[in-house]
């Protein structure tokens, strides 16, 4: 496995990560999941996220008790808060009443005295800034948050948070979680370049785009019964035959390179320097081997060339 800094930060994690979105607490069977995690960790993955909202705390759940088998200094734990957790008024948001309240929920249910990150999940529109970024100074303070983090910010909103943050001496965000893949690629433009320019890190999901990337679909109208398109309707919509045509010539490149489509997806992420960890799901564990030999991959510039000559304009 291979590591790199988050950021600006003198934090290492993993290439490759796991995350327990639509996976763990849920759909996936409990002792899959735990043999899933405990693979990713035999591999040399040291990078853990989970959020309150994955199934209302029951991924958070599964996710500590697990990792009760290893010291807590060898592994890198992230989780988040923004989503509704109940139906009160301060049940969601980036309020400092809800991010106080769920952090320590969180800390709860992960059995753990502290996480190394902790995610704004969304930007909170209706929250000052400041009163979300001071909520989690006094976590940091305290010791029971490490880093402060983001997930899918826009680079102004980023910016913002930095200003309030050096002008009332806060923790400053080090990492942004957005979506990114060869079908999503919006990062690219803003987000990428202004991390790079003010040391904050991409931590990216979904970056096989929901297993589309893996080439386990052949048209549209086959959609294989134990697949997550077969489960969850947005999933499926973004499958398309136009995407599995450009995911059969990927194969062709990812053949000559002896490496699977997934894994060369993964690869052609973690060009991006500023990318620190790719997360992927896994709901078997041979699914985390097969996707952790994607760290270290280096892919020559005509192959990246290649490769942009199949996505086109996505």
């Known amino acids: ?18 995350g327990s979105w639509l996976t763990y607490g849920g759909y996936v069977e409990r002792e899959n999941a735990v043999k899933a995690i405990e693979n990713a ?22 996710l500590g008790e697990t990792l009760k088998a290893y010291p807590r200094d060898s592994y890198v734990l992230a989780t988040k ?39 704004c999940h969304r930007y909170d529109p ?4 400041d009163e979300t970024l001071r909520a989690i100074d006094d976590l940091v303070r305290q010791g029971k948050v490490l880093y402060v983090g983001v997930s899918e910010w826009t680079a102004t909103q980023m910016a913002e948070g930095l200003g309030a943050a050096d002008r009332y001496l806060l923790d400053r965000i080090v990492v942004n979680q957005p979506v990114y893949n060869m079908f999503n690629r919006y990062i690219e433009k803003e987000v990428i370049p202004f ?22 679909y052949n048209s549209a109208a086959d959609i294989p019964a134990d697949s997550r398109a077969a489960k969850l309707e947005w999933v499926r919509n973004g499958v398309t035959d136009d995407k599995i045509a450009k995911v059969r010539e990927l194969s062709g490149i990812a053949g000559e390179l002896d490496l699977t489509v997934g894994q060369l997806a993964l690869a052609w ?20 081997t097969e996707n952790a030999k994607a760290a270290g991959v280096e892919l020559s510039q005509e192959v990246i060339d290649r490769i942009e000559g199949i996505l086109g304009a996505e």
């Open 195 to 216: 991390g790079e320019r003010n040391g904050i890190g991409q931590v990216v999901f979904s970056p096989l785009a929901q297993g589309l990337l893996t080439g386990k």
């Open 126 to 129: 209706e929250t000052p800034i």
């Open 1 to 18: 496995m291979k590591f790199r800094r988050l950021g600006r930060s003198g934090l290492k994690v993993s290439e490759i990560s796991l």
């Open 41 to 62: 960790y035999d591999l040399g993955i040291n990078f853990f996220d989970t959020a309150n909202v994955y199934e209302k705390g029951a991924a958070e759940v599964l």
């Open 269 to 288: 992420i973690l060009r991006q320097q500023n990318v620190a960890s790719a997360l992927v799901g896994a709901s078997r564990p041979e699914q985390v």
């Open 81 to 119: 808060a923004f989503w509704p957790m109940g139906e009160g008024p301060n049940d969601r948001g980036l309020s400092r009443k809800h991010v106080m309240e769920q952090a320590h929920a969180s800390l709860k249910r992960l059995g753990e005295d502290y996480v190394d990150i902790f995610y």
